[in-house]
């Protein structure tokens, strides 16, 4: 239980204080040390720009697909980091989109590090990923 609640506290952080529904987080969050040991979906870098990172050690190759890019699989390869990391930085204007993960062109994964998902058509789960606007 206390993952779930140290994620769900990065979400709201990220969100501008906003929840998972769009209402003001009241409560005040203190600055403490990060104990998640996953890497976090999706990390909005600077207005529109959304980094998403996966963890994939024996993968030659890893995309991102999803509504932003018509579910193309190769569209949007990712670079590989240290330790088996992936990141890819994208622009995106507002909006909710759903995304996976492709794993050496044939292996769609969940994002396991979302905060929000949503059952597809082939009895498995999109992340969701939503864009705010910039103010």
Known sequence: MRRKATIRAVYDELNGGN???????NRT???TKRTLK???AAVPTRGRKVRLQF???DAKRVCVAGTFNNWKPDAAPMQPQADGLW???LALPPGTYEYRFVVDGCGWCSDPNATDSVLNPFGDYNAVLRVAATT
């Open 29 to 31: 969050m203190k600055t």
């Open 19 to 25: 929840n998972a529904n769009g209402k003001k987080n």
């Open 55 to 57: 963890r994939a050690p």
């Open 87 to 89: 990141s890819i930085e």
């Open 38 to 40: 996953s890497v976090p």
